[in-house]
């Protein structure tokens, strides 16, 4: 009878060292503790049946087992305890020695990089940089502006309405009036966002793209400011030895109004079969104007007091120019190998 507590004793201790899962920890007890049929169970309703001298000895050996099988539990429970610990440590904690992986960034969207070119120039010039919606009314893009209803570019072909007199505003321009009504002169700022226009996409159009408006409202100024700030400007953005030209021009919302020129930063007006400046050596790149007297008004400033000059660019032909790209539609395609090519 002792060799069956030794035989158990070396079964228990085999199995405990062979725990390795909750499974295996499971099984163990079912196997040796518990109370119905655990092994050492069994040998405790035997003590009974012994004759009575052997009882006391034999019952101290089961209860010796029963301990070395509790302990062997615990130990076990606890080992698997920290090995789980461990394995999620081991998920959370990177390990340093493995090797590292390149994730690939793409430089900034010529859209954004060239946006924050232009903000970066005019911050320097002590401008705010303003915000306004994409979903305007009528009343601010167009009526504000000095737009009167019969205005071709009101017609249905030119804007998404949205009913209500809510539309997509066609350009950045409302902002200027926004801009005057939230803020006092002196008044300097940029807008860049996007605009609107129910155009098909081509390879120089799309219903959406960006614009940056630029608006100086304070006394005393003049068409003179309006040329050196925008001389200026270009001259920061395209380098030094670009020149710039004024032609008269018209905006609703502009008296007088100048639609403004850069020599070719291609062929500096050298090439007469330029494929960017189509051999006339200038490129058109902005409208301004000062500021007209009845938009000021819509803005809630006297003009009698105040004059001030605005401009309006298209971010996406300023990309195009600098980046040497031949379709607009490259912007909104969304294609990594295109970004990767603006490094
Ligand atoms: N809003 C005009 C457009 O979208 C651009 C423009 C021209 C803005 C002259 C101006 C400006 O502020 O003075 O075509």
Redesign the pocket.
């Known amino acids: 009878m002792p060799d069956e507590i030794e035989e158990i004793q070396r079964a228990l201790e085999k199995a405990a060292e062979g725990i390795k899962t909750p499974q295996d920890l499971q099984r163990f007890k079912e196997e040796f503790l518990s109370r119905k049929k655990g092994k050492i169970t069994s040998l405790f309703k035997r003590i009974g049946s012994l004759p009575p001298g052997e009882r006391s000895s034999f019952g101290r050996r089961v209860n010796q087992l029963r301990e070395l099988a509790e302990n062997l539990y615990k130990k076990a429970e606890k080992s698997l305890k920290e090995e789980g610990w461990k394995e999620k440590l081991r998920k959370i904690i990177p390990d340093p020695t493995l090797p590292g992986f390149h994730k690939k960034i793409p430089p900034l969207h010529p859209i954004s990089e060239i946006s924050h070119r232009i903000e970066e120039i005019f911050l320097r010039m002590g401008y705010d940089i303003e915000d306004g919606p994409e979903v305007e009314t009528e009343y601010y893009n167009f009526d504000a502006l000095n737009i009167p209803p019969h205005h071709p570019a009101r017609q249905e072909q030119d804007t998404f309405f949205l009913g209500k007199s809510l539309i997509l505003r066609?350009?950045?321009?409302p902002v200027?009036i926004r801009a005057m009504r939230r803020r006092k002169p002196p008044i300097r700022i940029i807008v860049p966002g996007r605009?609107y226009r129910r155009d098909e996409a081509d390879p120089t159009h799309t219903p959406m793209f960006y614009?940056i408006?630029?608006?100086v409202v304070e006394r005393g100024i003049s068409f003179a400011h309006l040329k050196g700030t925008l001389e200026t400007f270009l001259k920061a953005l395209f380098g030094e030895e670009t020149r710039v030209r004024f032609r008269p021009s018209y905006?609703p919302?502009?008296e007088p109004?100048a639609e403004v020129d850069i020599s070719c930063p291609v062929c500096g007006g050298t090439d007469p079969h330029c494929s960017v400046c189509g051999g006339s050596g200038w490129i058109e790149i902005?409208?301004?104007?000062m500021v007209h007297p009845q938009v000021l008004k819509a803005g809630g400033i006297d003009p009698e007091e105040y004059s001030g000059f605005?401009?309006?660019l298209g971010v996406d032909r300023i990309s195009m120019l600098w980046r040497g790209i031949s379709d607009i539609r490259n912007h909104y395609w969304n294609r990594l190998d295109f970004l990767e090519q603006m490094k």
Not at 170 to 173: I, L, N
Not at 286 to 289: D, M, P, R, V
């Open positions: 066609t350009h950045t321009s200027q605009v614009q408006e630029g608006l905006f919302f502009t109004s902005l409208g301004s104007g605005a401009f309006g």
